[in-house]
């Protein structure tokens, strides 16, 4: 296959001096554990940050939000009545491809595919009225690329916002890795293409089916940590790499290697007292060190081998706890156990998702298949299911214990969470038909107000609740 050029993108090696710049620092938001933990300042205190919450909204500048676990602090707005307009705010063709919209400080950024390019877009957030944009040359599909074109095209990676520089990152499918900065209408940073610079080839078959060789190149969203851009590499000698974020110049590698799973992003976790993260790669769950000294280091690896390399499902955490799910092969929600020796199963339950991935709220977990189900955090016991969604989608906690719930069929839903329905699943609203093609793969993303819907082909839509 013959590699479309890149124009205008200069190896890192030779990037421009001009660093991001630091913007105006945003106080720490608070660890979304500890949302609905009564406040030691009293009832005064709580009312007041509420207000000034329910002023400002809260962004949405990572994969699955805020804490990176699609739990939010957004109330859904939803009062005995309609809930969304079926008319959008106002909508727009961003170009193909599974990544979600993200939005930060009032500008909702955006990845798409278009006439032999890849397109990055700056949107006002409230009005869809463009900012900047900026693309360069790439395939619509990756060079390796093998099976299932009929169902994906374009970047699947969704952006990463850092908050402290103001610096967007994005992840092609063909292994572009691009820094740019938003305060400066988009201008490139630094960048490389991995599959240049780390010598990664295709993803080997499975083995588990036959003809079950796919390769949908890079997939997995950066992850901003301190200092350090991580990314899902997927090289012999680092299934992960840690780029410095203003320079783009490695850091260091995992100890772990091979080829990088097909998933949606990466999953923070504190194992002893350790910063930890835990991610896919194509046939193992594996745990990462992030502390000083230890970088990199192997905590776990749990087998997690799937037919057609599906392991869509991005990792959900809990204290010390990950799940883990997918439909090919499994067909199972499993729940680990992870210490600085390892990886323990503690229980494993016949339900899984083509898409969705699970969302952990106090003692329970929703996870949104053909149905919407509600599992008990200790035991992995069915507590409640209904609903009807296809190949699943995605599941988001509001701050006002609702379920955001979305279906790869183009629908939107309302579902009262297990606090306020303990035993039985209870839809509230509907919006159907929101996409005409079906596959709306991506993630949609809530801030301030507004529910930011996008599908397979570039069509994305602001959706805001009658006032």
Known sequence: MTFLSRESVQPVEMRVSILCRPRHRRAPRRAAARRHAPSPAGPLFVLLLALISASRGEDWPHWRGSYRNDLTAEPSRWKDGPWLHDKPLWQAAVGEGGTSPLVAGGRLYVMGWQDGHDQVRCLDAKTGTPVWSTSY?????????????????????????????????????????NGWDTAHQGKRLWGMNLYDRFGVGQRPASKLELDDLRDYGYTTAPYVHGDWLLVEVGANDGLLVAFDKQTGERRWASQYGGPAGHTGGFAPITVAGVPCVALLALDHLVVVRLDGGHEGQTVATYPWKTAWANNVLTPAVRDDCVLISAWHTHRSLCKLKITLGGAESLWEQPCASHVGSPVIQDDSIYLAGERLACFDWATGRLVWEGGSYGNGGACIVTGDDKLIVSSDRGMIALVESARSSPGEYRQLARLAHLFSGGQSWPHP???????????????????ESPK
């Open 137 to 177: 040359r790439c395939p619509q599909f990756a060079r390796y690329a093998v099976g299932d074109k009929n169902a994906y095209s374009g970047p699947t990676s969704t952006p990463e916002y850092d908050a402290e520089t103001g610096c967007l990152y994005t992840l092609s499918c063909d292994g572009d890795l």
């Open 445 to 463: 993303a809530l801030a301030d107000g507004l529910l930011y819907c996008k599908d397979r082909q570039g069509n994305l839509k602001c959706l």
